[in-house]
């Protein structure tokens, strides 16, 4: 099947499987990352190896009607942080590949708060795409348990795999899939997390603290200490009676800071005072 795909390297395993599964590809669409936190260059470049035409500009009613052109067969949509409409009269199938089980979870990057709130379980879902964000019929979805000690990155891992499998069923068996997809019903919307969101509250609890920092992961939480502001992605803490007021730095071992919470101690071992400047994590 003739395909465009639109996306980064945070998802970038669905373009691989499409490829792999002998599909061809005709464009594809990404956009401008930061190198810190997003990249793009693994997957720009397997398409520029295969001399497939590379754009980074909202796709547009002009490129759809080039894709109709170019005989393009399905659009596939994963980690593209733009709408996309109108392309019904342009291709066949169009998909958006999206880290939640949806109806729960829709938004721009739900991985955080799953952890946050501490969800059972969590998922992958690929749908048809809507006018609306992560509304559309779903075509295949894949869902896990969530341990009690999740963490960001690993979360991020597992679903980067559920996603590569559920790209494997569609490369399939997308008309099968499509003719069977199903509405989704009534949903929740999770808006982009803020940097409150990602602040440590020292009033909580040592659980709540590393829930936080396990949220973020290398994304970084952020930690105010001694009047800084820290990027926090590692800390461990334990239940102690204490008399320090919470947010106490009350220990230090060389880059180890150890800080009064509510009900005992979070020991922070990796942590910057400074905005990362280049790659902590790569998608």
Not at 182 to 210: C, I
Request: proline share 8%; charged share 20%; with cysteine.
């Amino acid at each position: 099947m003739r395909f465009a795909f639109a996306g980064i390297d945070f998802l970038g395993d669905v373009f691989e499987t499409l490829l792999a599964r002998g599909w061809e590809p005709v464009r594809l669409f990404s956009r401008p990352c930061d190198g810190i936190y997003d990249f793009n260059e693994v997957t720009v470049a397997r398409a520029r190896a295969l001399r497939v035409p590379v754009q980074l500009a909202r796709i547009g009613p002009a490129d759809l009607a080039q894709l109709k052109a170019s005989r393009c067969q399905a659009l596939i949509v994963a980690g593209y942080p733009w709408l996309v409409r109108g392309w019904e009269a342009h291709i066949p199938y169009a998909v958006n590949f999206h880290p939640s089980p949806l109806p729960l979870g829709r938004g721009p990057y739900p991985l955080f708060q799953a952890i946050l709130d501490r969800v059972p379980e969590w998922g992958v879902t690929a749908h048809v795409l809507h006018p609306a964000f992560d509304t559309g019929p779903i075509l295949a979805q894949e869902t896990f348990p969530l341990a009690p000690d999740e963490n960001h990155d690993r979360l991020l891992a597992r679903c980067q795999m559920a996603a590569r499998r559920i790209a494997a069923r569609l490369a399939d068996d997308l008309p099968r899939l499509w003719d069977r997809a199903s509405p989704q019903g009534p949903g929740s919307y999770w808006p982009r997390m803020t940097q409150a969101h990602r602040t440590v509250n020292w009033n909580g609890s040592v659980d709540d603290v590393l829930r936080t920092v396990r949220a973020f992961g290398s994304i970084e939480a952020f930690a105010q200490v001694n009047s800084r502001l820290l990027h926090v992605w590692e800390a461990s803490g334990w239940r102690e009676e204490h008399r320090h007021r919470p947010g106490t730095l009350v220990h230090r071992h060389r880059d180890h800071l150890v800080v009064a919470a509510r009900d005992g101690f979070v020991q922070l071992t990796g942590w910057s005072a400074y905005p990362p400047k280049g790659p902590r994590r790569r998608d």
